[in-house]
């Protein structure tokens, strides 16, 4: 399908209009290249969209298709300031429901959901994954509009059963790339401590730890995915900090840490059936671990109970009278990557290893229980 007849959107019926974005997105489903789309007609074709984006009386159906034929445009990388003004990202932001928390005090402890259809929002969210990856004007753009600051107040709302997966992922996925790449880092000591999101986040890992507990399998990937995002943004807010021992640590950053620290142990505990799911996570739980002090991770450990003394591998899980099961998934773990031998090994085993032993060089009960397993 030619790009011109997205130029038709202005002025025809709505009707009309979803039949061409409708035809636009099944043609182009698998295209992430437009060598013939120049700047000119990449712009004209986007404000045809917005024409129609932007209509307050457009139906769910026909945002939804705008949001598509956007998404499907913004995979090309050229020509990215057609897509990246400020009049389109602030529509898509709104459209996305974004605008709306940003606009709410970041000291309420609840906010307003928005009242707009779910599958709208995830078509804008993705929009914006793509312009955000592609185009360093539209990081810059969403590190200063209220992008950040929306994204982290929507946190507030994850636990109420009826916001989709879906918003929860790509809103993760969004503060994910704000927080990561390079023209965005000033955004991470923000998110930290100006909108509280460090400990937003671990309210969300909580949360989701506290329904799978409801659950007899256990995490199901959906959350797993969930939890892994979360955990590489924690990665990015920590990745920075100066390392400090709880002596040298605010009150404030020895209270995170603790129950940061705490929390990985109960990923670490949890019952996963995908396997692949379980490597991912407890990659990202390592990764998490380097960056925080190692005098913290006396959280990983937990005194024997009753419960334990009865399970019949005690041998395996204690030491010293406390329960190590946390470090024994992470030797498990390194065990299993060491037989991963078709994968880049130094890539594989680093991380675990450098944890491992920041574990041991800082907790006695872990340095004797790992020497005697290994």
């Known amino acids: 399908m030619e790009f011109g007849e997205l130029k038709k959107l202005d002025g025809c019926s709505e009707t ?3 039949a061409i974005l409708e035809k636009f997105v099944s043609a182009n489903s698998q295209s992430f290249t437009f060598p013939n789309l120049d700047f000119k007609l990449k712009k004209e074709c986007v404000e045809a969209i917005l024409t129609w984006l932007k209509n307050p009386k457009a ?5 939804i298709a705008c949001l598509q034929a956007f998404r499907i445009i913004s995979r090309d990388k050229s020509n990215m300031q057609a897509l990246t003004n400020e009049n389109t990202l602030m529509t898509l932001s709104k459209v996305a429901g974004i605008q709306h928390y940003a606009t709410q005090d970041v000291d309420d402890v609840a906010v307003d959901i928005v009242p707009t259809d779910q599958s709208v929002i995830v078509e804008a969210q993705k929009c ?7 185009s360093i004007e539209a990081q810059r753009f969403c590190c200063k509009s209220g992008c950040v600051d929306g994204v982290v107040q ?3 709302t994850y636990g109420d059963p009826e916001v989709q997966f879906d918003v929860k992922f790509f809103d993760m996925r969004i503060l994910f790339l704000l927080t990561a790449l390079p023209s965005c880092v000033e955004t991470r000591p923000r998110v930290r401590y100006e909108l509280h999101g460090f400990t937003y986040l671990m309210e969300v890992l909580d949360l989701t730890l506290r329904d799978a507990e409801s659950q007899t399998s256990g995490l199901t990937d959906q959350q797993v995915e969930l939890c892994a995002e979360i955990l590489k943004i924690l990665f990015n807010l920590t990745i920075s ?25 109960d990923l670490l505990m949890s019952t996963i059936t995908s396997k692949d799911k379980q490597d991912d996570l407890q990659s990202h739980i390592v990764n998490l671990l380097i960056n925080i002090p190692a005098d913290f991770y006396e959280e990983l450990l937990a005194p024997m109970v009753e419960e334990d003394e009865r399970a019949g591998d005690r041998q395996e899980i204690e030491f010293d009278g406390k329960n190590m099961e946390a470090i024994w998934v992470i030797l498990q773990f390194l ?6 031998t078709n994968k880049n090994m130094k890539e594989n085993l680093a991380p675990i290893l450098h944890c491992l032993c920041e574990a041991c060089r800082h907790n006695h009960a872990i340095r004797k229980f790992c020497r005697q397993k290994v």
């Not at 139906?59 to 945002?63: R, V, W």
């Not at 900090?241 to 950053?253: A, H, P, R, Y």
């Not at 065990?335 to 991963?340: I, N, S, V």
């Open 16 to 18: 009309d209009a979803v």
């Open 59 to 63: 139906a769910s159906k026909t945002s």
């Open 128 to 134: 914006l994954c793509n312009v955000i990856f592609n």
């Open 154 to 156: 929507r946190l507030k």
């Open 241 to 265: 900090m100066e390392k400090k021992s709880v002596d040298e640590s605010s009150e404030e950053e020895e209270a995170h840490f603790m129950r940061l620290v705490s929390i990985l142990h």
């Open 335 to 340: 065990d299993h990557r060491l037989g991963m």
